[in-house]
Each structure stands twice: as C-alpha cells, then as structure tokens.
C-alpha cells in the first residue's frame, strides 16, 4: 500500500508500505477513504510543529471503511463507514482522570505522534472508530473531525443563546467555530483580513463581518453591541495581535478562547482581565466531542462541504501543500481521496 510519510522537514514522500495487521483483540483495521489536510500537517512538513517526531505519516482528518476487526469488536463490523478520532492518551493521569483526555500528560496524536491517516490502510483501537450514517458521503464525513474541534471551542467558551460571539479568522476552522455558534444560538461576528472569507462567512450566516484590514475591529465590535462588548471571543486567526484584540473586545463576564500554537508572546495588561472578571480558557483538539457532532452530521444540520475549497487524490500531495504555502484566498479545507 501508499503512505504519504514526511521523512524529515521539507521532505514528503508516497512510500511503499506493508498493509498493517491487527495485533490486538481490541483493533479494527481500516480502508482510508477521505482525509483532510490541515495546517498542523503543514506544519509537521515545514519542522515547525512543536509536538512532531519523525519520520511521521501525517493526517489526522480522516474516514475510511472498516475491512477487519479484533476477536473482541463487537460494535463495529466489516463494511462499517467511520470517522477516526485521532487521539490516544493514559487514562491515569489528572486531565484524564477529570475527563479531560485530549490534554492528557502522555497525549499522542495520530498523524503527529503515531503514524496517521495519510496512507491506504491503518489499524486503530476499536474505540477511536466512530461510526457515522450509511447515508453520509466520504468527502461530507471527513469534515467530522474539524467541527470536533469547533464543538469543543463553543463549549469551552460557554457559548449562550443570544450571546454575541466575535470570531476572529475565517479559515476552515473558524467557519466550522461560526456554524457550531449559530447551531448554539449565538448572534455570530467573524472577522478576517480576506474579503472573500468575509463573503464565506455571510454565506454561512454570519450576523455580521468586519475586514480587519480596512476597519477599526474594536469600535466596530463596541458599535454591533451597543458598548457592551461580545460575550464570547474565539480566536481563529492565532496570531500574537489577535489575542490581545479579543482581550480588548470582550464584554464584562465575557470569555476568551484561545486555540493557536504561536510562541510569540502577546502583551495583555492584567487589568484588562480583572475589570471584567473575563474567562480566557485554551481549547485544544476534543473532548468526547465525536458522538455530538456525528449526530449532527447525521441530521444535516451543518454545512461542512461548504468548508471544501479543492478536492485533491492523495497522489497529488505535493501540488496540494504549494497551493497551502502560496496562501492564496481561494484556498480553504483541501480533502484528499485514497
Ligand atoms: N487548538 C486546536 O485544537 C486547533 C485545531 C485546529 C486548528 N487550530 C488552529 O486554528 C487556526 C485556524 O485554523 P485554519 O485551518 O482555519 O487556518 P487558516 O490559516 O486557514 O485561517 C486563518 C484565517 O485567519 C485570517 N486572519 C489572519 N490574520 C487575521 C486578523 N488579524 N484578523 C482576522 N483574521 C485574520 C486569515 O486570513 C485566514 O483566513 C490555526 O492557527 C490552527 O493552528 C487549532
Ligand atoms: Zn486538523
Ligand atoms: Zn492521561
């Protein structure tokens, strides 16, 4: 069979490989079908991921068709469609032991610490395999695991009906954050420097956008909210400025999510936090988030297609990350078919 292995920064290959084989009563072995690429698996390629070992197969975005499975699965059986979820953690330690896994001491992440799911085939413990419905499509499934991401975000900021919530950044993510937010019946905000995000965002609801190039965010945001502020700020976009923003436009009582992975420090007066006894909380992959959202992705209640800029076939990887290193606007979620 085919990986794509990133074998040392800045050198990705398809490479041949044994299939692999189930070595556990408790393992399925599953048919890729879909994967995502995401920035962290660009960031693995250019050797600026912080967490990354090598040589890795990256993807952690990704579905596939179960084609065996251990003595003991009961569950799950050949021919079953399903969403991977990408992490593996100890279970003993004390985010683990307080339900919060995904920020385990022992955390590791197919496609960044283990080999992922860019590649034909992959064995995964019976519990990381969702099921989804028969009715679903490769290319709508294998968006489950970004509004993962999104419904952790909304719950770590508490989102409320009728709460304004600003999100910053309306890249793949950030529109996954404004459709959950609309589900959770926030009156959303987005900003971007990109107009054609903004015009994405607006088709996906959006209450309200802000170009962050050619506007003022904050007096825009304290004119949207008559003063107040919004309720919850996410911030999407992950760069030093934009956490200080969402500091500065959060009403009293409000919220802060954070979710990027910049090491640039930002500059934040404490003041600005105790004055308003604001929340800022991080948010990082999920926790126990997938049997929410695949039950939504059942429903149709969500858009994720909408997110889906190019589709790809996984031969094409290295056409596929220039069109990510070229940052152009057009590019946004780029699914690859094995
Ligand atoms: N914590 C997690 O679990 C998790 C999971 C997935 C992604 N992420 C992070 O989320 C971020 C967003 O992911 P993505 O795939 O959508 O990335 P992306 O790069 O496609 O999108 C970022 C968007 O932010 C916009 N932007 C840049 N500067 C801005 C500014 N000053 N104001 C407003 N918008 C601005 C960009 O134009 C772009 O549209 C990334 O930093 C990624 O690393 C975190
Ligand atoms: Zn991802
Ligand atoms: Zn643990």
Not at 237 to 242: E, L, R
Request: net charge negative; charged share 25%; glycine share 8%.
């Amino acid at each position: 069979m085919k990986a794509i292995q990133v074998l040392k920064p800045g050198d990705i290959q398809i490479v041949e490989r044994e299939i692999p084989k189930i070595e556990n009563d408790d393992e399925v072995l599953v048919k890729v079908k879909y994967a995502g690429i995401c920035g962290s698996d660009i960031h693995i390629y250019h050797g600026t991921s912080p967490v990354a070992t090598y040589p890795r197969v990256i993807g952690h975005e990704f579905v596939g068709e179960i084609v065996e499975t251990g003595q003991n699965v009961m569950h799950l059986k050949t021919g079953d469609k399903v969403v991977v979820e990408p992490i593996y953690y100890c279970g003993k330690c004390y985010p683990c032991k307080i339900g919060r896994p995904n920020v385990c001491e022992k955390l590791e992440v197919l496609g960044v610490h283990r080999d992922g799911g860019f590649q034909e085939y992959v064995v995964v413990k019976k519990a990381n395999a969702h099921k989804f419905g028969e009715h679903l499509r490769w290319d709508e499934a294998v968006l489950i695991e970004p509004f993962t991401i999104a419904c952790q975000v909304t719950w770590r900021g508490d989102i409320r009906e009728d709460d304004f919530v600003f999100i910053q950044g309306a890249g793949p993510i950030g529109l996954a954050i404004l459709q959950y937010a609309k589900y959770r019946g926030g009156i959303c905000i987005v900003s971007d420097i990109a107009e054609s995000k903004l015009t994405e965002a607006k088709n996906l609801e959006a209450d309200y956008v802000i170009n962050a190039m050619t506007q003022d965010v904050a007096s825009e945001i304290r004119r949207i909210t008559n003063g107040m502020g919004a309720n919850v700020t996410i911030d999407a976009a992950c760069t030093p400025k934009t956490f200080e923003t969402a500091v500065n436009v959060t009403s009293s009582a409000g919220r802060v999510v954070v979710m990027g992975f910049n090491e640039i420090p930002s500059q934040i007066p404490q003041f600005m936090v105790t004055k308003g006894e604001l929340t800022i909380c991080g948010s990082r992959l999920q926790t126990n988030k997938f049997p929410e959202v695949i039950e939504l992705f059942n429903n149709r209640k969500l858009n994720p297609t909408a997110l889906i800029s190019h589709r790809m076939h996984y031969t094409q990887i290295k056409e596929a990350i220039k069109l990510v290193e070229d940052k152009n606007q057009q590019v946004s979620k780029i699914i690859l078919e094995f």
